[in-house]
């Protein structure tokens, strides 16, 4: 069975697995303790057009079933299953990485490291209140600054950013996964 292109990253106490599927419908996944099976309908990275889904994840380990759930996005599926156990896997399957490497890969964006502190935002780590960062220092000698004037010759040119293709959608904020 061809897998669906994966990425994880986990917690001490859940698994974060994003299916990339674009344009999903009739998704259905089911968690037992020691797997994820999913179906639907959907279009993955190597196709064009959507195409019937049907996939099967056999964990390293055990998941509590009745607590996990799924949220279908835009752009991907995205699934928080949590550990029956504690701990950390560092790896999803009972697989060979060689045998995992087409399709299975670290979710780097979501990924924390063991050490790192689990009760922080997700996502922007420790960047705190990034509008400090107009009060930084070590920018003077800019006083003559005030008298540049306009730019000749750019009267009529439109300052809005309006046209320009907006950034695809970001994955879902991981507390509203975990909020299930």
């Known amino acids: 069975m061809a897998h669906i292109p994966t990425k994880w990253a986990e917690r001490k106490d859940k698994l974060y697995v994003t299916l990339q599927v674009s344009g999903a419908t009739d998704v ?23 195409h019937g889904l049907n996939d099967k994840i056999t964990l390293l380990k055990e ?30 399957v009972n697989q060979s ?20 502190d689990d009760d922080g935002p ?15 220092g070590g920018m003077g000698g800019m ?9 000749e010759g750019m009267e009529g040119m439109d300052d809005s950013d309006d046209d320009e293709d907006e950034a695809p959608a970001q994955a879902a904020d991981l507390q509203d996964l975990d909020a299930k």
């Open 63 to 92: 998941i509590i079933p009745e607590k996990s759930s799924f949220k279908v996005l835009g752009v991907a599926i995205q699934v928080c299953a949590v550990k029956k156990e504690e701990g950390y896997w560092n790896k999803l």
């Open 122 to 136: 997700a996502g922007f780590g420790d960047y705190g209140d990034l509008s400090n960062m107009m009060n930084m």
């Open 143 to 151: 006083d003559g600054m005030g008298g540049m004037g306009g730019m």
């Open 28 to 50: 259905d996944v089911k968690f037992t303790e020691n797997t994820i099976s999913i179906t639907g309908k959907g279009i993955t990275p190597k196709a064009s057009e959507p």
């Open 97 to 116: 990485s060689s045998s995992t490497a087409n399709w299975l890969s670290v979710d780097w964006n979501l990924w924390k490291d063991e050490d790192e």
